[in-house]
């Protein structure tokens, strides 16, 4: 079974500095998708970056980008310039795009971090 | 543009009680639905999926059950909340293909907080 592992429960970033949070996952699937999503205090997830493990390009959204390493079964999100606005829980996700047993496109979520930003 | 709706936002319930939330979506047809529940300090736990009406799979055994009368409408019941029951129900929808491929992304709605007293 894939498993997805945050290991930072808590970061913090200084207002328009850059911070990376950790995402490492197991899987013996050769094609997937990774997402972050991000859950400020409203509590609605908001989907900021995706990836798909057969493009060897790394996604960028704006200020977002992943550095994804495919053998080292890690995918790290990288904020530049952070915005107060960027406060908030960030979840890494995997799903697989195989269609086995009953999961069929379901999202596999690590346990979080926590992202505090100073001004 | 496509926007899913959950409702009640918030809910407390006496254990023993009944419990239906409901979620819809609009702009878009033939969904893939999905029912997750988040406890507090947790990360996501997919509770229920539906590829079509009437078509519900179950990831977790529990006290509750899912049911989609609509093709853009999933409901999440129970005929008898547990404290355990409480924590942040968030639905989520997804485009869902021909012959049931599955896209890959989830898009979310605002949730329900319940708590159980």
């Known amino acids: 079974a894939q498993t997805v592992t945050q290991s930072q429960p808590e970061m913090s970033v200084q207002e328009a500095e850059t911070v990376t949070l950790s995402c490492t996952y197991d899987?013996?699937?050769?094609?997937?998708?990774l997402f972050w999503y991000k859950q400020p205090p409203s509590r609605q997830m908001i989907l900021v970056i995706r990836?798909?493990?057969?493009?060897?390009q790394n996604a960028t959204e704006n200020r977002f980008s992943v550095n994804f390493q495919k053998a080292a079964k890690s995918f790290s999100l990288k904020i530049s310039d952070s915005q107060l606005g960027d406060a908030a829980m960030y979840f890494c996700a995997y799903r697989s795009t195989a269609n086995y047993g009953g999961s069929q496109g379901n999202l596999i979520f690590g346990k979080g971090t926590k992202l505090s930003v100073k001004p | 543009s496509q926007t899913i709706h959950q409702w009640p936002a918030t809910l407390v319930q006496p254990v023993g009680s009944p419990l239906s939330l409901e979620c819809t979506v609009e702009?878009?047809?033939?969904?893939?639905l999905y029912w997750y529940r988040q406890a507090a300090g947790r990360g996501l736990q997919l509770l229920f999926y539906s590829v079509g009406i009437g078509q519900i799979s179950s990831e977790v055994p529990q006290n509750l059950s899912a049911s989609r009368p609509q093709d853009r409408q999933f409901i999440l019941s129970s005929k008898k909340l547990l404290l355990s029951d409480s924590g942040f129900y968030l639905c989520?929808?997804?485009?869902?293909?021909?012959?049931?491929?599955?896209?890959?992304?989830?898009?979310f709605g605002p949730g329900t907080r319940l708590t159980v007293l």
């Open positions: 990836q798909e493990a057969y493009k060897q």
């Open positions: 989520a929808w997804s485009v869902r293909r021909l012959a049931g491929e599955i896209t890959d992304t989830q898009y």
């Open positions: 702009g878009t047809s033939n969904p893939n």
């Open positions: 899987t013996s699937e050769s094609d997937y998708y």
